[in-house]
C-alpha cells in the first residue's frame, strides 16, 4: 500500500510540476529540512544495512513525499475542503472498523486480512495496522476533523450524522484500551476547540452531557475488564521508561549520529542493567529487554545522535511556527485561519504528544498526516482563498 500510494504521488506531482509547468511553491525553508533528514537517514542505512531500507521508505519517504505532493498541489479553500472531507472518511471507515472489532462483526471488517489475526485481539481494537496504540493515536489525531463540518455544514439532517460519528469516534478511540491514545484524542481535541472556542465550543456542548452517559451507561465503564486492566496495570510505564533511560545511555556512547537508523533493538543488549528512576524505584531489564524503540524523542536521539534530532526538532519547530503565521489571518476572517489552523494544531500537539508513548518510525500513517497539514499550512497564502466558508 505504501509503495502505491507513493507511486501515485509521483506521477500526480510530475504532472502538476512538469506537464503543466508549474513552478514548486515557496517557501523552501522547511522543504530542505525534510531533504536533508531524509538523505541523513538514508546515507547511514545505505552504508550501514540496506535491509532498513522498506522501514525507511514507509516511515520517512512515504509521508515527506506527501508534503511535497500537498504543498504544491493543496493550494486553495476548495482543495482543503476536499482533503478534510477524505480524513473524515477516513474516520467513519477507523470509527466502523474499531465497533466491528470490539464486538466481533466480521462483515464490519476490512481489509479480509484483519479477519486471520482477529481471535488473538478480541475485546481490543487494533485496525488495519494490527496495532491498537498506533490504530488509537490516529483516530485520535483525526477525531478534531468533526468540528469543522459542524460549524461549516448546514442542514440538521448532516449536522446529526456528524454528531453521530463524533460520538462514535469517541467510543472508537476508547475501544482502543490504549491510555496514551486516549491522552493524544484528548489533546488533539481540546487543542482545537480552545484555540477556535468562538466556534467549536457551542458544536460540542451537547456532547459533553450525551458522551459521559454513553460511556458509563451504554459502554459499561466501570464493569468493562479492560478498561480496568489499562488504568490498574503499571508494567507498561516501567517498561517504557526503562526503555527511555537506555536509549539515552546509546546516546551516551554514540552522540552525534547516534548507533545507526532502526538499530536500537541490535545494540539494546549490550546495556543489560536495571534502571533507577525515581518514584518508580528500580526497573529491572528483564521488564523492558524485549522492548523496542517505543517513542520519538529519546529512540531517535539514540539512533541518529545530535545531528538528526536537531533535524528533527528543527522540523518540528518550523510546521508550529507556520501554523502561527496563518492563525494571525483569524483577524481578517481567513476561513482557513479561523476553522482549519486550529485542527491543524490539534494535529500537530497530538503527535508530538503521541511521540512520547509510541514510536512512529515503522509506520507511514501518523507522519502522512501530520506531514499532509504541515505542508497546506506551510504553503497557504491568503491569495489562493475562495469566497464562501459554508457547505450547503
Known amino acids: 500500500m505504501d509503495r502505491i500510494m507513493l507511486l501515485w504521488l509521483a506521477v500526480v506531482f510530475m504532472v502538476k510540476i512538469f506537464a503543466e509547468g508549474r513552478k514548486p511553491r515557496g517557501p523552501f525553508l522547511l522543504d530542505y529540512l525534510l531533504l536533508g533528514h531524509g538523505f541523513y537517514i538514508?546515507?547511514?542505512?545505505?552504508?550501514?544495512?540496506?535491509?532498513?531500507?522498506?522501514?525507511?521508505?514507509?516511515?520517512?519517504?512515504?509521508?515527506?513525499?506527501?508534503?511535497?505532493?500537498?504543498?504544491?498541489?493543496?493550494?486553495?479553500?476548495?482543495?482543503?475542503?476536499?482533503?478534510?472531507?477524505a480524513l473524515l472518511i477516513l474516520g467513519v471507515y477507523y470509527n466502523i472498523t474499531s465497533v466491528g472489532e470490539k464486538f466481533n462483526i466480521p462483515w464490519l471488517l476490512y481489509p479480509q486480512s484483519m479477519l486471520i489475526e482477529h481471535e488473538e485481539f478480541v475485546g481490543r481494537s487494533c485496525g488495519p495496522f494490527r496495532n491498537s496504540g498506533i490504530f488509537g493515536n490516529t483516530l485520535g489525531m483525526i477525531l478534531p476533523i468533526n468540528l469543522y463540518f459542524l460549524a461549516t455544514v448546514r442542514g440538521n439532517f448532516w449536522k446529526i450524522l456528524l454528531y453521530t460519528n463524533l460520538a462514535l469516534g469517541f467510543v472508537a478511540l476508547y475501544f482502543t484500551y490504549t491510555r496514551g491514545a486516549w491522552v493524544v484524542g484528548l489533546i488533539a481535541f481540546s487543542t482545537a476547540v480552545f484555540i477556535n472556542r468562538r466556534e467549536y465550543f457551542k458544536t460540542i456542548a451537547p456532547l459533553l452531557v450525551v458522551i459521559p452517559l454513553a460511556a458509563f451507561i451504554g459502554l459499561g465503564m466501570i464493569q468493562d475488564t479492560f478498561f480496568q486492566?489499562?488504568?490498574?496495570?503499571?508494567?507498561?510505564?516501567?517498561?517504557?521508561?526503562?526503555?527511555?533511560?537506555?536509549?539515552?545511555?546509546?546516546?551516551?556512547?554514540?552522540?552525534?549520529?547516534?548507533?545507526?537508523?532502526?538499530?536500537?533493538?541490535?545494540?539494546?543488549?549490550?546495556?543489560?542493567?536495571?534502571?533507577?528512576?525515581?518514584?518508580?524505584?528500580?526497573?529491572?531489564?528483564?521488564?523492558?529487554?524485549?522492548?523496542?524503540?517505543?517513542?520519538?524523542?529519546?529512540?531517535?536521539?539514540?539512533?541518529?545522535?545530535?545531528?538528526?534530532?536537531?533535524?528533527?526538532?528543527?522540523?518540528?519547530?518550523?510546521?508550529?511556527?507556520?501554523?502561527?503565521?496563518?492563525?494571525?489571518?483569524?483577524?481578517?476572517?481567513?476561513?482557513?485561519?479561523?476553522?482549519?489552523?486550529?485542527?491543524?494544531?490539534?494535529?500537530?500537539?497530538?503527535?508530538?504528544?503521541?511521540?512520547?508513548?509510541?514510536?512512529?518510525?515503522?509506520?507511514?500513517?501518523?507522519?502522512?498526516?501530520?506531514?499532509?497539514?504541515?505542508?497546506?499550512?506551510?504553503g497557504y497564502r491568503p491569495e489562493y482563498r475562495r469566497t464562501g466558508s459554508t457547505i450547503n
Open 229 to 378: 486492566e489499562r488504568v490498574e496495570n503499571d508494567d507498561t510505564i516501567d517498561a517504557r521508561v526503562g526503555t527511555m533511560v537506555t536509549a539515552f545511555r546509546i546516546w551516551q556512547d554514540h552522540p552525534f549520529v547516534g548507533c545507526g537508523p532502526y538499530q536500537f533493538t541490535n545494540v539494546r543488549d549490550d546495556y543489560i542493567e536495571p534502571v533507577e528512576f525515581p518514584v518508580l524505584g528500580t526497573i529491572k531489564f528483564a521488564n523492558f529487554r524485549n522492548n523496542g524503540a517505543h517513542d520519538m524523542y529519546f529512540s531517535p536521539l539514540a539512533e541518529d545522535g545530535l545531528v538528526g534530532i536537531f533535524l528533527q526538532f528543527s522540523i518540528y519547530f518550523l510546521i508550529l511556527k507556520s501554523f502561527l503565521r496563518v492563525l494571525k489571518l483569524r483577524k481578517s476572517g481567513d476561513h482557513v485561519a479561523v476553522y482549519v489552523i486550529p485542527l491543524f494544531m490539534g494535529i500537530l500537539f497530538a503527535y508530538l504528544f503521541g511521540g512520547l508513548t509510541q514510536t512512529f518510525r515503522h509506520t507511514s500513517i501518523m507522519g502522512t498526516i501530520l506531514y499532509l497539514v504541515a505542508a497546506v499550512a506551510y
Open 42 to 85: 538514508f546515507i547511514r542505512i545505505y552504508f550501514h544495512d540496506m535491509a532498513d531500507f522498506h522501514t525507511w521508505s514507509m516511515s520517512i519517504m512515504v509521508p515527506y513525499m506527501v508534503y511535497f505532493f500537498a504543498k504544491n498541489v493543496i493550494i486553495s479553500v476548495k482543495q482543503i475542503r476536499v482533503l478534510l472531507l
